[in-house]
């Protein structure tokens, strides 16, 4: 062997052991980056990824068409669900895997010094009204770090995207309301992204339930699913089966803001996935059903409504993230 090839082979060999040491060292301080432009182009349907420690876990979610909104014979169908209409998303986007957890907004919080306010709509003593010393931290009953923030306003969840967007420098934000329905649906055109039977939502998310009717005052009138999925208020993260695009409660748990100001109808209402900003912009929509929802508002077409300053002790938020072109 040459000295030329030998002291190529030695720095080839430097070079190797770097890399090597560097992933080390990023295994070892559990310190998490961003993917790069070239990393983010390369990202499948499906690919998971942070970026950074304490963000948020985001899966992608492909490009797509779908037919928003219910039929008219849909069971539980309500009329502003309509009329439907085929909504073209012509780019993949990337959508948190999960709700934002109590850690995750207590991370912010602890950031920024946010307030999130002490008041929240709570149901207590059978009565529904909002109440002092309830909160994201107290919702008025026991949560763990790994359960969706609750009492949380469409402001609340403004707030949180644009300091994870300035701390990660990348473009995170609320999900429109037709992107929630087309990653909610992942592909289906049923009342729920796994099929039409009630029985079956214990599998699959959160909701009025046997443990709910069970388990909390007053619940005893509550319609329900004839199931229980062990839980009488909010559940952890992950804590049932994953939709087919594998996002998590997307029916059920918690409600999930979304940027669209509130329409009775879709009468006229954007068909390219964009987020419907024109009109009174004072409420806006929440999706998703929550944890003493009855089986009609767990539909993945089924809509709401609550002021932007508004909490409540069944609302929270799921995010979104524009990828590199």
């Given at each position: 062997?040459?000295?030329?090839?030998?002291?190529?082979?030695?720095?080839?060999?430097?070079?190797?052991?770097?890399?090597?040491?560097?992933?080390?060292?990023?295994?070892?301080?559990?310190?998490?980056?961003?993917?790069?432009?070239?990393?983010?182009?390369?990202?499948?349907?499906?690919?998971?990824?942070?970026?950074?420690?304490?963000?948020?876990?985001?899966?992608?979610?492909?490009?797509?068409?779908?037919?928003?909104?219910?039929?008219?014979?849909?069971?539980?169908?309500?009329?502003?669900?309509?009329?439907?209409?085929?909504?073209?998303?012509?780019?993949?986007?990337?959508?948190?895997?999960?709700?934002?957890?109590?850690?995750?907004?207590?991370?912010?919080?602890?950031?920024?010094?946010?307030?999130?306010?002490?008041?929240?709509?709570?149901?207590?003593?059978?009565?529904?009204?909002?109440?002092?010393?309830?909160?994201?931290?107290?919702?008025?009953?026991?949560?763990?770090?790994?359960?969706?923030?609750?009492?949380?306003?469409?402001?609340?969840?403004?707030?949180?995207?644009?300091?994870?967007?300035?701390?990660?420098?990348?473009?995170?934000?609320?999900?429109?309301?037709?992107?929630?329905?087309?990653?909610?649906?992942?592909?289906?055109?049923?009342?729920?992204?796994?099929?039409?039977?009630?029985?079956?939502?214990?599998?699959?998310?959160?909701?009025?339930?046997?443990?709910?009717?069970?388990?909390?005052?007053?619940?005893?009138?509550?319609?329900?699913?004839?199931?229980?999925?062990g839980y009488a208020f909010t559940s952890p993260a992950g804590a049932f089966a994953a939709n087919r695009f594998g996002l998590y409660d997307m029916g059920g748990n918690v409600g999930q803001w979304t940027e669209d100001c509130?329409?009775?109808?879709?009468?006229?209402?954007?068909?390219?996935?964009?987020?419907?900003?024109?009109?009174?912009?004072?409420?806006?929509?929440?999706?998703?059903?929550n944890w003493h929802n009855p089986p009609r508002d767990l539909r993945s077409a089924n809509r709401e409504r609550g002021t932007v300053d508004g909490r409540g002790e069944d609302i929270g938020f799921r995010i979104a993230r524009?990828?590199?072109?």
């Amino acid at each position: 062997m040459n000295m030329a090839h030998a002291f190529r082979e030695a720095l080839v060999s430097a070079a190797i052991v770097a890399v090597v040491v560097v992933g080390l060292l990023s295994e070892v301080s559990g310190e998490q980056r961003s993917l790069s432009p070239e990393q983010e182009r390369a990202l499948k349907p499906k690919n998971t990824f942070r970026d950074c420690n304490e963000c948020p876990e985001m899966i992608v979610v492909p490009a797509g068409s779908f037919i928003m909104g219910s039929s008219a014979n849909e069971a539980g169908r309500y009329d502003s669900e309509g009329p439907q209409h085929t909504v073209t998303i012509t780019k993949p986007f990337a959508v948190g895997k999960f709700h934002i957890m109590v850690d995750q907004f207590a991370t912010f919080v602890a950031a920024t010094s946010y307030h999130a306010g002490s008041k929240c709509i709570t149901v207590e003593q059978r009565k529904l009204q909002e109440r002092e010393g309830r909160s994201w931290r107290n919702p008025g009953f026991a949560q763990g770090g790994n359960h969706p923030a609750v009492c949380l306003s469409w402001n609340d969840a403004k707030a949180y995207v644009a300091w994870l967007s300035r701390t990660t420098g990348r473009s995170y934000r609320l999900l429109t309301e037709a992107e929630w329905e087309y990653a909610a649906r992942a592909g289906s055109t049923s009342r729920y992204s796994f099929g039409d039977k009630e029985a079956d939502l214990c599998r699959y998310g959160n909701g009025a339930d046997r443990s709910a009717k069970n388990r909390i005052q007053g619940a005893r009138s509550w319609p329900i699913a004839p199931c229980n999925d062990g839980y009488a208020f909010t559940s952890p993260a992950g804590a049932f089966a994953a939709n087919r695009f594998g996002l998590y409660d997307m029916g059920g748990n918690v409600g999930q803001w979304t940027e669209d100001c509130y329409h009775d109808s879709y009468a006229g209402a954007p068909v390219d996935g964009s987020a419907w900003t024109s009109g009174d912009c004072t409420s806006h929509v929440v999706r998703g059903g929550n944890w003493h929802n009855p089986p009609r508002d767990l539909r993945s077409a089924n809509r709401e409504r609550g002021t932007v300053d508004g909490r409540g002790e069944d609302i929270g938020f799921r995010i979104a993230r524009s990828l590199t072109p």
